[in-house]
């Protein structure tokens, strides 16, 4: 008999996606069909149903999209309908390894028969340790009997219509079909009284004794795993799949693995059933904070560097499958806390289109375009995603219909942080990382004298050379003293340190010295034979009537090392100076310049050492070299300072925001500063005494003479000279014009009279009162 439609509960139904008929055919004795119409089918298959036979070319009631009696002999099968009619024999399904029998086979006629080959799943057994008699779902005798985790929901190809192999009314997230890929050790205790595989390896001596490799395939390194999960689960973007990661040196766990969403649906299929079907999540979805097995959250985890890209992969269950868009899931990053409900992406976040419709108020819930890459039931990934400041963001999951606010859920959290190097190529901070960055490391006891050192008055400079890379050289070449006073600012800042002694913060930005290296010119080496002659170059100067000691000298009073060179009337002298002016004949290793990443000697006598120091310059032609001088007044800012410096080797990111900061502060905007910049400690820290310079050698002013001493004075007495004769023309003309106003005055004669005023009080006539009388009067003069 077979029915499709309503009413044939225990039937064969047919569900090949064609069009319901509204007739029931029904197949009786001989071969012939009847067809019965739509009313009253349900009278006629009960009247029917005991005289029903299956006949070939219906289909299983157990696999709906197989027809039944279509198997071949030792084909894998669920139930007896499957198995073929070859004559007059009848073939079944065998209960212990389920594959399609001849009655009269026994076990040792059906391993004969239908032969399993160690190192090809495929050809196992479902091999069941005892009778395994369902048929039909839930088929609760596979989990607890057959040890080949495949039956019975990867059994049947094509069991359903819709072309997967899942039995009928079988979920796929029920225990029949979420087994993992594991040692049964529950089965190991029960029939061989042992511990665990691996205590039963022990017992018997290896994993070829008594087929230990069915019960143990984990331990015994089975192909099972390796053919199961490597093809059901969806690898990870580095192409390993879940088993890979648990069973190797990973030693990830199952919900870690999930946690980092990875595809465990294999591996780790009972954790996938402790958590299936919940109540919040009856509709399917990612794995959300809620499910926890043992104290333990199952929702993705993630830590993302700040501006780089990463992708957001969940795990779960019934998830919708499908890529492209039409797919409905959809995710969203938002700031932590805010509601999954209507809450918009977090500012910050690329690569996900977010928005609420225009004109909506902030409960308006927020329409999501972008859609899965990957999408199967068991994984939804999202690739190409950012976010450009640092934070702490929740993820937010919409399975399907997500305009309704109760299918978003909470799946997850990312934490974005600064790049966790401490060298190499250094960037600003980005928004919200400051407090995520590396700081100075505190200087052990150890490294200033033990505890508690007594501070001490003590003069020292300290030397050392740095290489700046990524950009700041072009910036210094059009502003170079903006730059050069930014990086002093920033050097002080770096190593800045309390002296109790000074009552001070120390170094200040004045006691930093900074001197650009010309990577034009070629350095003196030590080794080799491209060094300056110094003593031949004094003798040919004085010989011009010129004094100069050394090439370093001249070089000093010149300005540069060009103007020096090329000075004609010095040629004879300068001729000697090879190092310097990259006139060696031939070149070698020894003259390496600059601008090739060579060495240089920096030629200052040090405080407790005659030996120079040797610079090396990494960071390619395109970087700033710097030579640096530090005054400390103290002996403990003076190991501050050099231990300071040695962290550089280890740790430049505080140096690095500091030289940002002070390119800030001296008017540099954000577009106009290098995207990322990488310090290089080229040589040192090492000590000179107060006076000892590293740029040049000290001498005495009044000493100098020569061509540039003499262009020195030339000018200054001719500068003088015309002072003078301005001073001496201004002093004659103001004489001149003070004479001649002297002489052109005349003077009047002088009156020899003068009138004058007298007063007096006289009585009046009445004699009661008094009044002021005046009487004028002319006196000689």
């Known amino acids: 008999l077979f029915c499709s439609g309503t009413g044939c509960s225990g039937l064969p139904q047919r569900r090949s996606g064609r069009s319901r008929r509204a007739e029931v055919p029904v197949v009786l004795g001989g071969g012939r069909a009847a067809m019965a119409p739509a009313r009253g089918r349900r009278l006629l298959l009960c009247w029917l149903s005991p005289l029903a036979v299956t006949a070939e070319g219906n289909y299983s009631a157990a696999c709906p999209g197989v027809r039944a009696r279509s198997l071949a002999p030792c084909d894998r099968c669920i139930a007896d309908d499957l198995c073929p009619v070859l004559g007059d024999v009848q073939y079944r399904c065998d209960r212990f390894v389920k594959k399609c029998v001849a009655p009269s086979w026994d076990p040792k006629e059906i391993s004969e028969q239908c032969p399993e080959v160690n190192s090809d799943p495929r050809s196992w057994g479902a091999m069941c340790k005892s009778p395994c008699e369902d048929e039909r779902s839930p088929f609760g005798c596979a989990s607890t009997a057959c040890l080949n985790e495949d039956f019975p929901c990867r059994w049947v190809p094509g069991c359903t219509s819709e072309g997967d192999m899942t039995p009928a009314s079988t979920p796929s997230v029920s225990s029949a079909c979420l087994r993992s890929c594991e040692d049964h050790n529950s089965l190991v205790r029960t029939l061989h009284n042992a511990a665990s595989c691996d205590a039963l390896k022990s017992a018997w001596g290896g994993c070829s004794v008594n087929a230990m490799w069915q019960l143990c395939p984990v331990t015994c390194q089975s192909p099972e795993c390796a053919d199961r999960c490597g093809r059901d689960e969806v690898p990870d973007e580095s192409g390993k799949r879940c088993y890979q990661h648990v069973e190797s040196e990973d030693a990830l766990d199952c919900i870690d693995a999930i946690k980092r969403g990875i595809d465990c649906h294999c591996k780790c299929g009972g954790t996938y059933l402790a958590v299936g079907g919940t109540a919040f999540r009856k509709k399917g979805g990612s794995f959300t904070w809620r499910d926890q097995i043992q104290g333990r959250r199952l929702d993705f985890e993630l830590n993302a560097t700040v501006g780089q890209s990463f992708s957001i992969s969940l795990a779960g269950e019934s998830m919708t499958a499908g890529e492209g868009v039409s797919n409905p899931a959809r995710l969203k990053i938002v700031e932590e806390n805010a509601p999954c409900s209507h809450a918009n992406i977090a500012s910050g976040v690329q690569g996900l289109l977010c928005e609420r419709p225009f004109g909506s108020d902030i409960l308006a819930i927020a329409i999501c375009d972008t859609y899965p890459v990957v999408a199967t039931p068991w994984l939804h990934r999202w690739t190409q995603l ?233 960071g390619g032609p395109e970087a700033l070299r710097l030579r640096i001088e530090v005054m400390t007044r103290t002996d403990l800012i003076s190991k501050v300072v050099e231990a300071r410096l040695e962290q550089l080797k280890t740790n430049t990111v505080p140096f690095v925001q500091d030289i940002y900061d002070a390119l800030k502060k001296s008017g540099f905007t954000d577009t106009q500063l290098p995207a990322a910049l990488t310090v290089f400690l080229g040589a040192g820290p090492t000590r000179a005494a107060p006076g000892d310079s590293a740029r040049s050698p000290a001498r005495d002013p009044e000493e100098s003479s020569g061509i540039f001493g003499s262009m020195v004075f030339v000018i200054v007495g001719m500068a003088c000279g015309v002072s003078c004769l301005l001073a001496c023309i201004g002093v004659v003309l103001w004489k001149y014009c003070a004479f001649s106003e002297n002489y052109a005055t005349r003077v009047e004669p002088v009156n020899d009279v003068q009138t004058q005023i007298k007063e007096s009080i006289v009585r009046s006539d009445g004699g009661y009162r008094f009044k002021k009388h005046c009487e004028e009067y002319v006196v000689p003069t």
């Open 386 to 618: 950012s976010v450009i400041r640092c934070g702490d963001f929740h993820v937010c999951h919409c399975n399907g219909d997500c305009d309704i606010r109760e299918n978003w859920r909470l799946t997850g959290s990312v934490h974005v942080r600064p790049q966790s190097g401490t060298t190499g190529s250094v960037g600003q901070v980005p928004a919200g990382c400051e407090a995520y960055m590396p700081t100075v490391a505190p200087l052990p006891e150890a490294e200033l004298g033990g505890e508690g050192p007594d501070e001490l008055a003590e003069e020292v400079v300290i030397q050392a050379s740095l290489s700046i890379a990524g950009g700041l050289l072009a910036l210094y070449r059009l502003t170079p003293n903006d730059i050069l006073i930014s990086l002093q600012l920033a050097l002080a800042a770096y190593l800045k340190s309390p002296s109790r002694l000074l009552g001070r913060q120390a170094p200040e930005p004045a006691e930093v010295t900074i001197e650009p290296v010309d990577g034009r010119r070629r350095l003196r080496s030590l080794a080799g034979t491209c060094v300056d002659d110094d003593m031949a170059f004094a003798a040919a100067a004085e010989a011009l009537s010129v004094t100069l000691e050394t090439c370093a000298q001249g070089v000093g009073i010149a300005g540069s090392a060009s103007v020096f060179c090329s000075d004609a009337a010095l040629s004879t002298a300068v001729a000697h100076c090879g190092g310097t002016c990259d006139s060696c004949s031939g070149g070698s290793a020894a003259s390496t310049t600059a601008a090739d990443g060579g060495s240089d000697a920096m030629s200052g006598a040090a405080a407790t050492t005659a030996a120079p120091m040797t610079t090396t310059w990494p």
